[in-house]
């Protein structure tokens, strides 16, 4: 018989995972990605032209609860759109995605 010895730390997130699915927030159950705005700029190289700079507007689906990158919506137009790379779970903490009401 082999006895497996754990850490404090892997017992406290054995625990925290136990109580996340006691109280109903499993990383099973799917939950609704954030959506996420912002401006960057961007350095356009023109070759012998003057170089130019510009603002441009993007838009990220993030994770509800870790934040990380998990799709991105392309603005083709100013009145259509088009979600893509969508994940159906995060990359970073494993929480399943509901992406059935995404507009």
């Known amino acids: 018989m082999r ?4 850490s404090d730390e892997q017992l406290q997130q054995e625990v925290a995972e136990i109580r996340r699915f006691v109280d109903g927030d499993s990383r099973d159950v ?5 959506l996420k705005t912002g401006k960057s ?4 190289n023109k070759g012998d ?3 130019e700079w510009k ?5 990220d689906w ?5 934040g990380w ?7 083709a137009t100013q009145d259509k759109h088009h979600d893509q790379r969508k994940c159906n779970y995060c990359n970073e903490c494993g929480q399943k995605l509901d992406w059935s009401d995404v507009k």
């Open 69 to 75: 990158f998990v799709g991105q919506r392309y603005n």
């Open 41 to 44: 700029i961007i350095h356009c």
């Open 55 to 59: 603002f441009e507007k993007w838009q």
């Open 30 to 34: 799917a939950m609704k990605p954030v």
């Open 62 to 66: 993030c994770c509800p609860v870790c």
């Open 3 to 6: 006895i497996m010895k754990k």
């Open 49 to 51: 032209q003057p170089h």
